[in-house]
C-alpha cells in the first residue's frame, strides 16, 4: 500500500474532475442534467466535482447564474465538501463574491484563477490580487486551490508566487492545480511547495504525481472517464502493480481527446453515450460538435480504456 | 483641407480617448473625478472619450459598477454621444447587459472586445457571439466598435471576421479600434473593411491612419496628451504642412509611456500634474507608480511634445 496523499496542509486530494455545464436549448444552465451528472461523476469514481472551471465554461456565465447553480447543485443533494468551485474572475469584487458565496454553503474549496484580461502583470501585483480577495473574504473556512493555466489565462503563476501564498496563507491557500501540461512545472512546484496539495491538470500525469507527492489529478476528461481515471489512483494506493498498465491506457484515451476542442468534445459523447443530443449545446465563443464530428470521436475511442469502452476494470 | 474621414457608415471618427478610472482610496471608482476627467479630455480635444477600455481597467470592475460610472458621467455632464463604452466581457449576457445599458443611456457607441478568457477559438465560434450580443440587444441605435488587441486579449478578430461582421451588421458594426501595434493590419482593415471607420489604437499611426483612410485614433495617452495629439489631427484637416512634425513629437512622447505599465504610469502623471496624488490609485493585478518612478517618467517627458511639456501648439 502506498500511503493516501496528504500534505500538511491539504484537505483536497484524488481524482475530481471539473463538471460540464449542461445547457437547456434557450443557453441557460440546467440545473437538473447538472445535478444528475455530478451524480454521476461521484458515482463513477471521482473523489469530488469541480463546479465552474474551465471546462465547465465557467467565465461564459454572470455571477448571478454562477451562484444559482451551485445552490442548484447543493440543494439537488450533491455534498457541498466535495464540490470545489471556480471563482477567479477578472473584477476583484466577482471573486470575492463567489468565493464566500462557495465558503458559506460548505464547499470544499475554491479554484481561483488570477485576473486574466491584463498580461505581464508582477508577481507583486498577483499577489496582491490573491492577497485582496483572502482578506476580504476572511474566513476560516476558506481552502483556495490555486489555478495555473497559462495557455488559456494568459497569466501564469510562478513557483515563487505560488511558494510565497502558501507561506503567507497557511491553512487557506492549500493546493494547486496546474494545467500547464508542462510535467517539470509540476515537479517543480511538488518540491518547491510541500504545503500544498498539488494536483497536475490532467490524468495523463496522475501516476507520475502520485509517485513525486502530489495528490491526485483535477481533469475535465473525468466528466466521460472517471472509473478508468479512478483505477490508476487506486491501484498506485493499493499498490498492485496496475498503476503504470492502467496510466497508458487513460494516458491514450485522453490523447485522443486533447486533440479535440475539449469542451465541445465532452458534451458531445455525454450527449451520444446518454442519448441526450440536448447535452451538446456549449455557450459562445464554443460550437457544438456535429453528428460526424461526434462518430468519427466515437469511434477512435472504441477499444480504449475509457468508460464506454469497456476496457477499464482490469 | 482634407476631408473629414467619414466611411459611409461611420457614426465615430476623430481623436478619442480611452478614459483612467480614478479611485478612491478604499478603491472604489471616483465618480467625481472621472466626470472632471473626462471634461478635461473633451476640452483639451478629444472628440470623445471610451469608458471601460483596457486603460480604464474595465474587466477590474463588475457589471455593476460598470453600470454606475456611466450612469454617474452622463448625469455629471458628460454628453452620451460624445461617450464610447467598453462592454465586452468573457460571458456575453454580461456584454449584453452592459450593451443594452449604454445604448438606452444614448452613448455614441460600444467599444465590444470578444469573449477573451478561451483561446484559440474558431471565427465561427467569435462571429456567434457577436451575432448573439447584436440580436440579443436589437436596438437601431447600437453602434458597435469592434476591439482587436490580440497582446491582452489572447483573442485576434482576423480581417476576414470583421469584414464578415461589418456586412452582416451594416450600419451596426460601424468601427473598428486596432491596437495590435502593426501597422499592417490596421492597413488591411482600412483596405478590407471599407465600410467601417478604422481606428489606431495609438497615436502612432495617426497620421498614417488619416492618409490611408482611416477615421482617427482611440489612444490611452490622450488622457495626459490629449492636445498635442488632437494637434496631429486638426493639422492633417487643415493640410497646413505640420501633421508630420507634430507626429513625430506625439510619437516620441507616446515611445516614453509606452516603456511602463501604461494605466500605472498615466495616473502617476495625473496624480503628478494635478498635485493629487490619490489619482495614482490602480487596482490589482496593477500596481501603483512610486515617488521616484513618478519623478523619473515626469523628467523622460519634459521637453517633449506633451500636455505639461509645453511645446504643443507650434
Not at 499577489?127 to 476560516?140: F, K, M, P, Q
Request: aromatic share 6%; glycine share 10%; proline share 5%.
Amino acid at each position: 500500500m502506498n500511503a493516501i496523499p496528504t500534505p500538511a496542509e491539504a484537505t483536497l486530494g484524488g481524482v475530481w474532475t471539473p463538471t460540464l455545464t449542461p445547457l437547456t436549448t434557450s443557453g441557460d444552465i440546467d440545473s437538473q442534467r447538472l445535478v444528475a451528472h455530478a451524480q454521476w461523476c461521484l458515482e463513477r469514481g471521482c473523489h469530488g466535482v469541480g463546479l465552474f472551471g474551465t471546462t465547465g465554461e465557467a467565465n461564459s456565465f454572470t455571477v448571478a447564474e454562477r451562484r444559482a447553480a451551485l445552490e442548484a447543485l447543493v440543494a439537488g443533494g450533491i455534498d457541498p465538501r466535495r464540490v470545489m468551485v471556480g471563482t477567479g474572475c477578472c473584477a476583484g469584487p466577482d471573486t470575492v463574491e463567489l468565493t464566500r458565496h462557495a465558503v458559506d454553503l460548505g464547499c470544499a474549496g475554491v479554484l481561483m484563477l488570477p485576473p486574466f484580461y491584463y498580461k505581464g502583470v508582477s508577481d507583486a501585483g498577483l499577489l496582491r490580487s490573491y492577497t485582496e480577495v483572502i482578506e476580504a473574504v476572511d474566513d476560516s473556512r476558506l481552502r483556495v486551490c490555486l489555478y495555473h493555466f497559462p495557455r488559456l489565462s494568459g497569466v501564469p503563476l510562478g513557483v515563487e508566487l505560488v511558494a510565497e501564498l502558501a507561506t503567507r496563507f497557511p491553512g487557506t491557500v492549500t493546493a494547486i492545480k496546474d494545467s500547464s501540461g508542462d510535467w517539470s512545472n509540476t515537479a517543480a512546484l511538488i518540491e518547491g511547495c510541500p504545503s500544498l496539495a498539488v494536483f497536475p491538470g490532467s490524468e495523463t500525469f496522475l501516476h507520475a504525481a502520485l509517485k513525486a507527492g502530489g495528490v491526485g489529478c483535477i481533469t475535465a476528461t473525468a466528466n466521460v472517464n472517471a472509473a478508468a481515471i479512478r483505477g490508476v489512483y487506486d491501484a498506485w494506493v493499493s499498490d498492485d502493480g496496475r498503476a503504470e498498465r492502467r496510466q497508458a491506457g487513460v494516458s491514450r484515451a485522453r490523447a485522443t481527446l486533447d486533440a479535440r476542442p475539449l469542451v465541445p468534445a465532452l458534451k458531445a459523447l455525454i450527449g451520444h453515450y446518454r442519448e441526450d443530443p440536448a447535452w451538446r449545446k456549449v455557450r459562445a465563443p464554443m460550437i457544438e460538435f456535429d453528428d460526424a464530428a461526434t462518430q468519427t470521436l466515437v469511434s477512435e475511442l472504441e477499444g480504449q480504456r475509457f468508460e464506454y469502452g469497456g476496457r477499464i476494470e482490469d
